[in-house]
Nanobody, 124 residues
């Protein structure tokens, strides 16, 4: 079992930055691949970024490439999403998730554990 708790969301102006954290409990966090997803009101949950268990490989949605960076610190049982050059269209509830598979999946159904989400609001 893995419990995930996101933090770091908030209100920021367009062009600003935020760093989201995902704190995991459980001894085996380092064996799980991790992903970040987001969901805006009235829209489906969508893939943002993913990272393998070792942190050696990452993948990003085209909409965030070059602006967002996913990382993890297995010693601290924590994952991160650094978000720069934020745009109003980045406004959403952001979730972290963990999967026992190979990693880098972009599909919601491939993830086994989810946090409750942290709200990111970008004003224009």
């Amino acid at each position: 079992q893995v419990q995930l708790v996101e933090s770091g969301g908030g209100l920021v102006q367009a062009g600003g930055s935020l760093r989201l954290s995902c704190a995991a409990s459980g001894r085996t966090f380092s064996s799980y691949a991790m992903g970040w997803f987001r969901q805006a009101p009235g829209k489906e949950r969508e893939f943002v970024a993913a990272i393998t268990w070792s942190g050696g490989n990452t993948d990003y949605a085209d909409s965030v490439k070059g602006r967002f960076t996913i990382s993890r610190d297995n010693a601290k049982n924590t994952g991160y999403l650094q978000m720069n050059s934020l745009k109003p269209e980045d406004t959403a509830l952001y979730y972290c998730a963990a999967e026992k598979g190979v990693g880098l999946s972009t599909r919601v159904n491939d993830y086994d554990y989810w946090g409750q989400g942290t709200q990111v609001t970008v004003s224009s």
